[in-house]
């Protein structure tokens, strides 16, 4: 069974930072792209951030335009290792949401290519 667990959230002022980090356990291999959604209330879910394992040296990232140059995605690629992170520098207000981990065998951008997910970890960010 596959399961993914956010953790990291909280409360930070505007131009602050916070580091996410997902714990994925059940996949069958590194070779899952993992990325980083969020929703806002009222709002659709949002791809923010994702990457691709290439060889077991290499990985590979893509951002939305929204995010690119203030997070920044990793993923631990060590054997029988799943974790991903989500550096987030420069947060702004509009930035508060639930941040979702998900993992899927396709590189995409649109939630419905993403097979698993996590429950979620909420950021709130004060001006």
């Known amino acids: 069974q596959v399961q993914l667990v956010e953790s990291g959230g909280g409360l930070v002022q505007a131009g602050g930072s916070l580091r996410l980090s997902c714990a994925a356990s059940?996949?069958?291999?590194?070779?899952?792209?993992m990325a980083w959604f969020r929703q806002a209330p009222g709002k659709e879910r949002e791809f923010l951030a994702a990457v691709t394992t290439m060889t077991w040296s290499v990985t590979a990232t893509y951002y939305a335009d929204s995010v690119k140059g203030r997070f920044t995605i990793s993923k631990d690629n060590a054997k029988n290792t799943n974790t991903a992170y989500l550096q987030m520098n420069s947060l702004k207000p509009e930035d508060t949401a639930l941040y979702y981990c998900?993992?899927?065998?396709?590189?995409?951008?649109?939630?419905?290519?993403?097979?698993?997910w996590g429950q979620g970890t909420q950021v709130t960010v004060s001006s």
């Open positions: 998900t993992a899927g065998r396709v590189a995409g951008r649109n939630p419905g290519q993403f097979a698993y």
């Open positions: 059940g996949l069958t291999d590194s070779s899952y792209t």
